[in-house]
């Protein structure tokens, strides 16, 4: 046997023997309050058989000299049944700190009649209310004990044990106080849920997030814990956010002082100067005076607590829970008394919104940093500032912590890119509350797009936009059902708005946008590709027109897109190939100042961009379009049309697109210059031949003409030369008549030339146009290439077809159709075969006589051959006057006739005159024939010129 357990026998030993003792000593004076002279505690408890077993863990541990040399304490000692009741084991843990109130002597007055209670937390290891109330039915006083709430009551029973030896008390209890400490204020709150009142999470996540910033202000204070449902109906959602945010993750330093500063105000409104209870199991009330930490006075009351009214406000229905917290060890720092309460007034006082405690609970730090840096936090953080706005904003994915909105979970909002300008951050604010729902809702139920232009409040750059305000251009797409609340709304056609209804504070206006938008761009990046505008900003590009100098008072700009290009055909190509044309037709349709289709404003004057002062009129305005007449601008009677509220938003402007191109009024494009453009120049050369055709061109006559291709002409060059004598009959027939153009345009029929004849149009497909002659021999037809009108006359144009129309197309006889018996058939038959026959016998009689003439005429010998049969002279002195004489008369014949001259026979009547002549002097000339080719020969001439010259 060891030491320790030989000395522990022994003590056990004397403890039994003077509880022996005890047990057969008569003492007559047994009331606890006359003990003994010379009486320490250990011999109060020594005296009682009561408290055996808690006087054997005092000597098992050690603690009876540390008791006998203790001064100025109450000793709370349990009786033995508080062992059974405890499930005591031999070896728990036992700590005498537990049982001693230090500095402290509690002396209970027995005719104190008064109900009390009362905080015991110095000079205690763990802080617990000591109830003291006065039971009038029983007449007696009853003590009860609160360790950390009062589901832990421990009953005082008997009381006033005082040792004469020490300045001390000693009361006794039915319990075993709870080793284990009341938990911390975070473990209070995360264990504890209000079951009737709802959760209290906003609380939980308040308190361990600042249990460090703020632990002095929880230390010796009575905290009221609000649940949910309490909150809820004092802040808003994002209210409740911004006050669970931890100023650390703020990089802006002053919007962290102002969270933090917020928080503690929070605090303050909930937290009590003192550890306040109230009493137990009674029907008195217990009222006090208190102070709260944000300066407040007011009466709290405390009923049984079951109750804590302050200020007639009902608080707690669960009495106070004490709580605790020690980061070291036997070291108390900061103690709580906690009331649980679903109802309060007033937790939102001293704490005030604005526009930056919204922004910094939806996570836009960037945004709230560049605003900072810009100098411009006036726009969010100044109470004075008391002006109408509303705020479109790019924040982060937003935290999940939050209440029920929808559009602060999971909003899909992408976070601001950060960099702006100190025009872009201003160009987020609108100086007025638009309350989109209510802004379109006046819109036509069947209108399912719409679009509104707003200022916003970039208005101070006078160098492009001349002080006026930059717009935003909102636009709205609903749904089948036209439910606003589903319909989809976007700012500058690129941010989808999330929440369609704003968050307010104040008379500010915040939505909530899923992308960054900053200020219109130029020209090129406002313009979208799906108006199709691209020809029209090449021509600008040509011109050096797409950096606009400034000028003070901004730019309009009418900007043809869609397909009004491709409706002028060849007079686009005119344009194209003239500079001056296109400057004269992009500068017409650019304005010095600022025109917004939602203007409400009947007449406007600007200058364009050539310096001329231009007169603009709105002349109608419905629900989608608005028509206007431009002083400038050929119209021919109409309007120009351009979109509601579909204005393009440019850094210098706006830019209105039109789907319909009008020429100035300066531009002049004639049909000479269209045919130019064709590349057939040659064409105009034929008219100018004809002066009664060339008039056309000359006076700008309301014709048309059908211009052939150049490398048509080159092919068909027997009716389109200035050779032909058909040339006039051609080009009529290729000059529309005044009133045909109409119907050619609208490719319909009875088209007029000014040959007289008929054209029919008719399209294959859309955009094909063939023509032929309406009375043609075969099916012949041309296709209509392009078309190019005049500028002075809309019903004068040039049409191009593939090749030329020609004459020989056309029937020159008209058809006769006879309908005959087949016997008059036969007869028919009959008499062609006897008229055969007949010309067979004529032909045959007149071959018969040219052979007996033929017969008559002598045989020459070879050697004639050689002998001069040229004619007399003055058979060639006749023939050549004769000759003279058509040269004379040359000048008055066509060059048809001359054709035909050119082949007739110019010596016939010199032969004729010269065989007169020799059937006089000679004889047998007399019989020669008329029909002979050739005169006869004169022999005797021949030889007598042989034998001059001595040859054979």
């Known amino acids: ?67 006998n040399g203790l001064d100025n304490f109450t000793l709370l000692a349990p009786i033995n049944s508080a062992f059974t009741y405890s499930n005591y084991e031999d070896d728990f843990e036992f700590d005498i700190d537990e049982y001693i109130v230090y500095n402290n002597v509690i002396k209970v007055d027995e005719n104190y009649n008064r109900n009390e209670s009362f905080l015991i937390k110095s000079g205690v290891k763990i802080p617990f209310i000591w109830n003291h109330f006065y039971q009038q039915e029983a007449d007696k006083l009853q003590i009860q004990l609160y360790r950390s709430s009062i589901t832990d009551k421990i009953r005082v029973l008997d009381f006033n044990y005082i040792p004469t030896l020490q300045n001390a008390s000693m009361h006794s209890i039915d319990k075993l106080l709870p080793l284990m400490h009341p938990p911390t204020l975070p473990q209070l709150l995360e264990t504890y849920s209000l079951e009737n009142h709802g959760n209290i999470s906003f609380i939980k996540k308040f308190v361990n997030d600042s249990k460090e910033t703020f632990s002095e202000l929880l230390n010796d204070t009575t905290l009221l814990v609000p649940s949910d449902k309490t909150l809820n109906k004092q802040f808003k959602d994002i209210e ?95 103690e709580n008394v906690v009331y649980f309460f679903d109802d309060m007034s007033d937790l939102s006082y001293n704490i005030t919104f604005n526009t930056e405690k919204y922004l910094l609970s939806l996570n836009a730090f960037e945004f709230i940093n560049e605003l900072y840096i810009r100098h411009l936090e006036c726009l969010i953080n100044d109470q004075s500032f008391n002006r109408n706005i509303t705020l479109f904003v790019s924040v982060p994915q937003m935290n999940k912590g939050l209440a029920n909105d929808d559009y602060l979970i999971n909003s899909g909002a992408k976070a601001s890119s950060g960099g702006f300008t100190k025009h872009q951050l201003i160009y987020h604010f609108l100086e007025d509350t638009i309350w989109l729902n209510e802004t379109f809702h006046s819109d036509n139920s069947l209108l399912m797009r719409s679009a509104r232009l707003v200022n916003s409040m970039f208005c101070d750059n006078n160098a492009l936009m001349g002080g006026n305000c930059q717009k935003l251009k909102l636009s709205k797409l609903s749904n089948n059902n036209n439910d606003d609340n589903n319909a989809i709304y976007r700012v500058n056609n690129k941010a989808q708005v999330i929440n369609n209804t704003p968050l307010q504070v104040g008379s500010t206006l915040i939505y909530l946008v899923d992308n960054d938008f900053s200020l219109p761009g130029n020209i090129i990046q406002s313009v979208s590709s799906f108006f199709h505008c691209s020809k029209s900003l090449l021509f600008l590009d040509q011109l050096n027109l797409l950096d606009l100098k400034p000028n003070k008072h901004g730019y309009t700009i009418f900007l043809p897109c869609y397909d009004s290009w491709d409706d002028l055909e060849l007079n686009l190509d005119y344009i194209k190939s003239n500079v001056t044309a296109l ?31 231009v007169q603009l009129n709105v002349d109608s305005c419905n629900e989608d379009t608005v028509d206007i007449s431009i002083s400038s601008i050929n119209t021919n009677g109409g309007n120009l049309t351009i979109g509601k509220n579909r204005d393009i938003i440019f850094e210098q402007g706006v830019v209105h697109p039109l789907d ?24 105009l050369l034929f008219f100018e031949k004809f002066p009664n055709l060339n008039v056309i061109f000359e006076h700008n006559l309301p014709n048309s003409i059908l211009v052939p291709t150049e490398s048509s002409l080159l092919l068909d060059g027997d009716e389109m030369s200035l050779n032909s004598s058909r040339l006039e009959d051609t080009l009529k027939m290729h000059i529309i008549s005044t009133n045909s153009t109409a119907s050619i345009l609208n490719c319909g029929r009875d088209i007029m030339t000014e040959y007289g004849e008929e054209l029919v149009c008719k399209e294959v497909s859309p955009g094909n146009y063939f023509i032929k002659l309406k009375n043609s021999v075969a099916d012949k037809e041309v296709r209509v290439l392009k078309k190019g009108c005049s500028t002075n006359n809309n019903t004068s144009c040039i049409f191009v077809i593939d090749r030329p129309l020609s004459l020989n197309w056309l029937n020159k006889e008209k058809p006769y159709h006879l309908h005959l018996p087949y016997i008059s058939f036969a007869m028919g038959i009959i008499i062609g075969i006897f008229g055969l026959v007949f010309i067979y016998f004529l032909i045959m009689h007149e071959v018969s ?34 000759i003279d004489n058509e040269g004379e008369n040359a000048n008055l014949r066509t060059p048809l006739l001359q054709a035909h001259l050119a082949r007739r026979p110019s010596s016939s009547n010199s032969n004729y005159q010269s065989m007169i002549n020799s059937e006089r002097n000679q004889g047998f000339e007399n019989h020669y024939s008329q029909n002979s080719l050739s005169n006869p020969i004169e022999v005797r001439k021949k030889r007598s010129v042989i034998d001059s010259t001595g040859n054979v």
């Open 240 to 334: 409740v956010n911004y006050l669970l945010l931890d100023e650390k993750d703020i990089s802006n330093p002053s919007s962290g002082l102002v969270l933090k500063a917020d928080r503690i105000k929070l605090l303050e409104n909930l937290n009590i100067l003192g550890m306040h209870v109230g009493l137990c199991n009674v029907d008195e009330k217990k009222e006090t005076t208190v102070k709260f930490l944000n300066g407040k006075s007011g009466k709290i009351t405390f009923n049984a607590f079951q109750n804590i009214i302050i200020n007639d406000d009902m608080f707690s229905s669960s009495g106070p829970q004490i709580t605790f917290s020690s980061p070291e060890v036997n070291e108390i720092t900061s």
């Open 1 to 67: 046997m060891g030491f320790k357990s030989f000395k522990f026998f022994l003590q056990k030993f004397f403890v039994l023997q003077l509880l022996f003792l005890l047990a057969k000593c008569k003492i007559d004076n047994t009331d606890p309050q006359e003990p003994p002279e010379f009486t320490t505690v250990i011999d109060l408890l020594s005296q009682n058989v009561m408290f055996s077993r808690f006087l054997l863990q005092v000597q098992r541990h050690g603690y009876i000299d540390y008791l």
């Open 660 to 683: 319909k191109l009008y020429f100035p009024l300066d531009l002049d494009i004639t049909l000479s210059a269209l045919i130019k453009t064709t590349g057939s120049s040659e064409y």
């Open 583 to 613: 400057s004269m037709v992009m500068k017409n349709y650019i304005f010095e100042g600022l025109f917004y289709s939602d203007t409400e404003l009947k007449n406007y004057t600007f200058k364009n961009l050539l310096g001329g002062n």
């Open 849 to 882: 006589k040219r052979s007996t003439y033929s017969s008559l005429t002598p045989i020459l010998s070879p050697s004639s051959s050689h002998l001069n049969t040229e004619p007399s002279l003055s058979n060639v002195q006749t023939g050549n006057s004769e």
